[in-house]
């Protein structure tokens, strides 16, 4: 049956064959233009041969094909849901010093604009220094303690607002809100004056003056006082360079060891490697020590130039950065590991550094607020150990907190570097 | 190898007879038990294996090996690509877990006990594996390091090495520079820098010339004079003639074990040589001949391996020699022939199963 067919196949192939020799052999016109044809149909058929071939051999590596499909439409959900400048829910500290059904209803405002989340009750304005120093929250408001007598008034009281101004996408935000609140507040109770009086309010003046008559007076409005802390000056390479510490760290370290196994299987000295006394544990350690020398030369770059030409402040202290470095620069090496344990080539092995690499960028807070983003791409978030490096890098470096401060962002980190140990450990066999 | 044709049907080799031996064979133990042709009177078990299988998915690549190596002898895994010799080494030096089945390296349970065992063992790996990015030296100390010799140690023993294999004109050079012989010496020299007791080659030769094989071999035979158990494979069976024994494996199992020179000898009898004009059709006559196994052309000879139940080679020479010449074949002749290792490849290829020790 096959072979009746193959024997047809045959005949109609060499039937082919013999019509095409026949016409490859006709005379050639003036112009030359079968020659022409014969040419271009030669490299038509080179062409469309080493593009065949490619596309094959594409369509077998089943982790590019995966890529191919896979990474646009991640791209696309992260940085549709992360890519956010409006920024709501920012984590706020209340030092209420009036405590009086006024002052909660100003709060009670403050928390419609969105833009504020009072996650903290503080009792003092140092206090919430403190706290905005730690990471805890990024904003504070201080009600002070004659807020409703001077409402009463008509003195027009003063909110002060501290906000974490390192980031000053965070503190434009913060401002604008505040001056968004405080326009509308105001504009609201002029209504009302207007409604009552023509434009003025019939207030006390003097408490002392007892029984006096409460005068008729045109009241002082409601302000809110932002103050920056951090960066005054809201210059942005003041929040970027912290954060490009950790995103410098994160590609050289993840792709330099997802490179360092895999490059030798590649170049097949791991079965040498493998045959040897060397025990897997060993052979991790050893393949990562020069990594974390290298990462550390990388934060000492990276400070300086940042100290040098972008009068980037230190306000915390070196060794606590060097200490949150080692442990992030753990964390990616790793991570490094485990790529290079379930990957089989080095092509394979940049694919998945990026497929991280992306996430980590975008998802982190380097590029976008991480208070802009939904709740979802903040989980996410929470699992990269590039977020909590960024925190304790801005921490240490901007804000003057201690890594007894950043002992969360530490723990995490120390959790991702377990986890990644153990499954490093559990991949990577000294078998083929 | 086969035996080389002067190419114009001058004058063959002569039948094949018993050669001469003269003062006492190796063997003073009775051929074709497992032990035969052993060099040294001590026979301590060096592998062990039994039952060594191995799959990848649905391929067997390694089935129900048994295998038993000596201290001190030069032992050949002979087979083509595909045959398993790989995987059964890998298994061996424990880098592969096997599917089924036990093996002991010196003393140790495969894979269970391998680290104890590394630093005894060498491994030169098919592939090229050294780091093409060191120098010569310092692929060297790598290596002696890593195999935990320590400082002074290693000094002499790369040095030594660096001596033993003429490496001192390209101690600085990178093994990517080096030509193919070159790199082998290398591998070797790094492969036996901790002083290993067993060796194991897999395939080492590959794409190498003659000329750096024999050299090669003439250091293997010094290794195993100095009490280095050796256990290598090849397909070239010009290496493999050389082993003291000699495994045959196919599609993962072990055809034939024993003596070079008692697999040979199994097909005594069963070679001819002829040639005529035109070779061709002297190549196409004898390969649709029954009594024929299968016929290979040698310039314009032809060497035929004569089927079990043929009749015997000085006969049917005789009669094939008229019967080819009424068929048109010219200046037709023919002797009876020594086999050689690749009459034995085709014979087991072919299923046969050698009678190993019928002849003393």
């Keep these: 049956m096959s072979e009746a067919r193959s024997e047809k196949t045959r005949r109609t192939l060499a039937r082919r064959l013999e019509t095409a020799s026949r016409a490859a052999f006709r005379p050639v016109d003036v112009v030359g233009r079968s020659i022409l044809g014969a040419r271009y149909a030669l490299v038509r058929r080179r062409v469309m041969s080493v593009a065949r071939k490619e596309l094959r051999q594409l369509l077998r590596d089943r982790l590019t094909m995966g890529f191919v499909v896979g990474v646009p439409a991640i791209q696309l959900l992260l940085f549709g849901y992360a890519i956010n400048q409006d920024i709501r829910h920012i984590p706020t500290g209340l030092v209420d010093h009036s405590n009086t059904s006024i002052s909660r209803q100003l709060v009670g405002e403050l928390q419609a604009t969105q833009t504020f989340d009072v996650t903290e009750q503080v009792r003092s304005e140092q206090e919430a220094r403190r706290l905005l120093e730690r990471g805890a929250i990024r904003a504070a408001v201080v009600v002070p303690a004659d807020y409703a007598r001077a409402y009463y008034r008509g003195r027009g009281a003063e909110i002060l607002v501290l906000v974490d101004a390192a980031d000053p996408i965070l503190a434009r935000a913060v401002r604008a809100s505040a001056n968004g609140l405080m326009e509308r507040h105001n504009r609201r109770q002029q209504q009302f004056d207007v409604g009552t009086e023509g434009g003025a309010r019939r207030v006390t003046r003097e408490r002392t003056s007892f029984g006096a008559e409460p005068e008729l007076i045109r009241p002082e409005f409601l302000r809110f006082e932002v103050l920056n802390l951090y960066n005054p000056e809201l210059r942005t390479p003041v929040f970027v360079v912290p954060a490009l510490l950790g995103v410098i760290l994160t590609t050289t370290m993840i792709l330099m060891t997802s490179l360092s196994i895999v490059r030798e299987r590649e170049r097949g000295s791991f079965e040498f490697l493998i045959a040897t006394p060397v025990r897997r544990t060993e052979l991790m350690a050893g393949k990562l020590l020069p990594y974390i020398g290298i990462g550390l030369v990388q934060i000492v770059i990276v400070v300086v130039t940042g100290l040098v030409l972008f009068e980037v402040p230190i306000a915390g202290s070196l060794l606590d950065l060097g200490v949150a470095s080692l442990v992030f620069i753990a964390a990616n090496l790793t991570l490094g590991l485990v790529i290079s344990s379930v990957t089989t080539s080095q092509f394979q092995a940049t694919q998945m550094s990026f497929f991280f690499f992306l996430p980590s960028v975008l998802l982190s807070g380097f590029m976008f607020p991480f208070e802009a983003m939904p709740k979802p791409a903040q989980w996410l978030g929470e699992l990269l150990p590039l977020t909590h490096f960024i925190r304790a890098s801005r921490g240490i470096l901007l804000r003057g907190s201690s890594l007894v401060d950043q002992l969360p962002e530490l723990g995490a980190m120390l959790l991702f570097c377990a986890v990644g140990f153990w499954a490093a450990t559990r991949l990577f066999t000294k078998q083929l | ?360």
């Excluded at chain 2, 039994?50 to 390694?62: I, K």
């Excluded at chain 2, 000596?70 to 030096?93: D, H, Q």
Aim: hydrophobic share 40%.
């Design chain 2, 1 to 360: 190898m086969a035996d080389p044709g002067d190419g114009n049907g001058g004058t063959p080799a002569e039948p094949g007879s018993e050669p001469r031996v003269f003062g006492t064979e190796t063997a003073a133990i009775p051929i074709g038990s497992s032990t035969a042709g052993m060099p040294i009177a001590n026979l301590e078990r060096v592998i062990e294996a039994r039952g060594l299988t191995r799959r990848f998915g649905d391929l067997t690549a390694v089935d129900g090996l048994d295998l038993d190596v000596f201290r001190g002898e030069v032992f050949g895994f002979l087979g083509p690509n595909g045959a398993g010799k790989s995987t059964s080494i890998r298994m061996l030096v424990g880098l592969l877990t096997p599917s089924e089945g036990v093996a002991r390296v010196l003393g140790c349970t495969m894979p269970e006990e391998v680290e104890e065992l590394r630093s005894r063992v060498g491994y030169m790996t098919q592939k090229f594996s050294l780091y093409d990015d060191l120098s010569v030296a310092e692929n060297l100390e790598f290596a002696a390091e890593i195999f935990g010799l320590d400082r002074d140690r290693r000094r002499l023993r790369i040095e030594e090495v660096i001596a033993e294999y003429g490496l001192g004109p390209r101690r600085g050079q990178r093994p990517a520079t080096l030509s193919g012989g070159w790199k082998q010496r290398l591998a070797l020299a790094v492969a036996t820098v901790h002083e290993p007791e067993l060796l194991f080659l897999d395939e080492p030769t590959a794409g190498v010339d003659p000329d750096s094989r024999r050299l090669f071999w003439e250091k293997l035979f010094q290794l195993a004079a100095a009490g280095t158990t050796i256990l290598v494979s090849t397909h070239y069976m010009d290496e493999a003639i050389r082993c003291h024994r000699l495994c045959v494996v196919r599609d993962g199992r072990r055809a034939a074990l024993g003596r070079p020179v008692d697999l040979t000898r199994a097909l005594e009898g069963r070679i001819i040589e002829m040639w005529a004009r035109p070779a061709h059709r002297l190549m196409a006559a004898l390969a649709g001949r029954q009594e024929v196994m299968s016929a290979t052309q040698l310039g314009s000879r032809v060497h035929a391996l004569l089927a079990p139940g043929a009749p015997p080679a000085e006969e049917l020479v005789a009669r094939l020699v008229p019967q080819l010449e009424s068929e048109g074949l010219k200046r037709v002749g023919g002797v009876v022939a020594d086999p050689n290792l690749e009459d034995v490849m085709v014979a087991l290829t072919r299923g046969e199963e050698l009678a190993l020790g019928e002849k003393t």
